[in-house]
């Protein structure tokens, strides 16, 4: 259990679902995120969440793309509530 989210066995499997979702349904749900972080958790956008690294080896599958590397690195910062917001949200979307 070495990523952060691994905790949430739910949530896990979730976000994992990323890694070979069609790009077109991705991008729905990843504007839908960022747009439930920005309300319910705004203060994660200006903590340096928004300083994508434009150059560095990317390490991990969601580092190739700035929005799941800024959902990914955002919710890494969330309180339990936004947690189950965003868990809510894409179970409801059927990922």
């Avoid at 799941?68 to 509530?81: K, T, V």
Wanted: glycine letters at 4%; one cysteine or more.
């Amino acid at each position: 259990m070495n990523r952060w989210y691994d905790r949430d066995r739910k949530l896990s499997c979730l976000l994992d679902s990323f890694k070979t979702m069609e790009e077109k349904s991705r991008d729905k749900l990843c504007t839908g995120i960022i747009g439930l972080i920005k309300k319910y958790q705004a203060t994660i956008m200006d903590d340096g969440v928004m300083d994508f690294p434009l150059e560095f080896p990317n390490r991990r599958w969601y580092d190739k793309d700035p929005y799941l590397w800024l959902i990914f690195n955002g919710l890494s910062q969330a309180n339990n509530r936004l947690i189950k917001i965003v868990t809510d949200y894409l179970e409801k979307m059927s990922v």
